[in-house]
């Protein structure tokens, strides 16, 4: 049976037969377009959690890596966590483009462009991050290390990409950029646990020089703060008119350095003053504690003898003779 009419017309069965191939390429247009769209969030998500994973794994394999006298930094795992992270994401996204047709030349030409007005930009934050890089490799001085750096001291209490936090002694926050912090001095206070403590004092030449480093002598012997090793060093430095300049240079603990000072400037003072001055024991080490404190008076007690002391003055606060 012919469902046809008898008389078609050309013209409308060609329109037909363009129809039909437009919609079939529609149809192998839209299915590739779904296929690779699919792909491309698989990669995609697959690229996630591979940045993820592999950023762990980065951290902790930087974990394992310390030891006891350097522990490892938890800005350098971050930080090099953050770059597997994002190295990852951006193979990712490469892959995810080029799963979409994008070419790949194009690609590198966009970020180079992109990379590179972004480096006009932001030159000084730049230079910052390199500091911080460098900072981050080559480790003068991590978080908790007391430092003096670009005209500041303090201790660091965080260290990042661009900035370093210091904690002063009167407890100020102190940020200054990392670029400043590399190309200055930097000194760091902590890292070695030994430190020579100098102390320079001035005695007069109407004392006896030999009995105050004698007696100078004897009190550091006799402090169990300092080390023997290397040995104390008691010397003088320089004899003017009026008086002789001596130096006292012993090591001690890095934690007792504050407190051993404190001591001899007190001791080479009274000393000074009066070589047969009687002085108290040391105090015990203070590397617990890591503070200074003043003694009393009464723990350096100069003791003149009576024949010494002038007869014919009074104290100002005796009552008068009758």
């Known amino acids: 049976m012919n469902i046809l009419p008898d008389a078609v017309d050309p013209q409308l069965l060609r329109h037909l037969s363009t129809g039909e191939a437009l919609l079939t390429q529609f149809r192998d247009i839209g299915g590739r377009l779904a296929v690779n769209l699919i792909a491309a969030v698989l990669i995609l998500a697959l690229a996630i959690w591979a940045s993820g994973w592999a950023s762990r794994l980065v951290q902790r394999a930087i974990g394992r890596l310390h030891s006891a006298r350097h522990p490892t930094d938890p800005t350098l795992q971050t930080f090099v966590g953050s770059v597997v992270r994002f190295g990852v994401l951006a193979m990712g996204l490469v892959a995810v483009l080029q799963q979409l047709g994008v070419q790949a030349t194009s690609i590198l030409a966009v970020l180079t462009a992109a990379s590179l007005a972004i480096g006009l930009a932001l030159q000084g934050a730049l230079s910052n991050i390199a500091a911080g890089v460098m900072i981050l490799i080559f480790r003068p001085y991590r978080v908790g290390d007391v430092i003096e750096s670009a005209g500041r001291q303090g201790t660091v209490k965080a260290l990042d990409l661009l900035v370093t936090e210091l904690a002063t002694a009167d407890n100020i926050k102190v940020v200054i950029p990392n670029g400043k912090v590399f190309g200055d001095v930097i000194l760091n206070y902590s890292t070695h646990s030994k430190r020579r403590v100098d102390v320079v004092f001035k005695v007069p030449l109407k004392a006896d020089i030999i009995a105050v480093l004698q007696r100078l002598r004897e009190r550091v012997e006799s402090d169990p703060r300092v080390r023997k090793e290397p040995p104390p060093l008691i010397e003088v430095l320089d004899l003017t008119e009026a008086f002789a300049q001596a130096a006292v240079r012993v090591w001690v603990v890095r934690d007792d350095v504050s407190a051993v000072r404190t001591d001899l400037m007190l001791a080479a003072h009274l000393l000074s ?25 009464s ?15 009074r104290s100002p606060r ?3 003779k009758a």
């Open 299 to 313: 723990l350096f007690r100069s003791k003149a003898p009576a024949k010494d002391r002038p007869a014919g003055r």
């Open 318 to 320: 005796s009552p008068p």
């Open 273 to 297: 003053e009066d070589p047969a001055c009687v002085l108290a024991p040391p105090r015990p080490s203070s590397a617990v504690d890591q503070s200074a404190p003043i003694p009393p008076r």
